[in-house]
């Protein structure tokens, strides 16, 4: 970046905090900053008429968000909406100092490109999951990806994969039953990664 837009960055950022549980941006907003996360997740998810909701993707320390760089860019308002996970600490730019910088920093530009490039390739899996993989497939990927010990909800991760409470409790079930995994009251454990492996895998070589 050049002196002069280091030092703009340098007095315009502000750092907010904003605690668990809270609305980072919600659907259908307006679009007024661009934010850079410093600690503390963020789930991004897109409401459907029926309820549910489905997990487009999480923002993690150093990322920033590709919807609402979208929405400062095309000036349009948030099309999903942003919880915070867990106790957050950002730092924000306004929209009007966003816009110079992505007029008259290449670096700028580029930091704000490379995220859009890195998570249009994350929607994209997720489309192809969607609308292709088997809810066995995806359940077994996502119970790895928290192995060993899941604190949650069988409503959530029916959230989080686009589906139904019913459908995730009878597919748990049918893991528990072939002692593939262990369910208690908000819970559940992993038993079996080496199985729950080669379900997962089903989806990633289904070749979808």
Known sequence: MTTEAQRLMRESLQ????????????????CLAYVLLYTGSVRVVKP?????????????PGDSCVLTASCLLGRTN?????????????????????????????????LVFHHFADRIADLMQLVEEVA???????????????????????????????TVREV???????????????????????NDVQRLQQIAATLRDSGH
Not at 49 to 58: A, D, K, P, Q, T
Not at 88 to 102: D, E, I, K
Not at 170 to 179: A, N, S, T, V, Y
């Open 78 to 110: 948030y099309p999903a909406r942003g919880v915070v996970e867990s106790d957050l600490t950002a730092f924000v730019l306004s929209q009007p100092v966003f816009n110079r910088l992505m007029d008259t920093s290449a670096p700028f530009r580029a």
């Open 48 to 60: 459907t008429f029926s309820g549910r909701e489905i997990l487009l993707y999480r923002l993690e």
């Open 15 to 30: 750092r907010v905090t904003i605690p668990g549980n809270h609305i980072l941006f919600d659907l259908d907003s307006p």
């Open 168 to 190: 995730i409790s009878r597919r748990l079930k049918q893991f528990e039953h072939h002692g593939l995994v262990q369910l208690a009251r908000g819970q559940v454990r992993i």
């Open 132 to 162: 292709f993989g088997q809810v066995d497939q995806r359940l077994a990927a996502y119970l790895l990806e928290r192995a060993p010990l899941l604190q949650t909800t069988h409503q959530q991760i029916a959230d989080e994969l686009g």
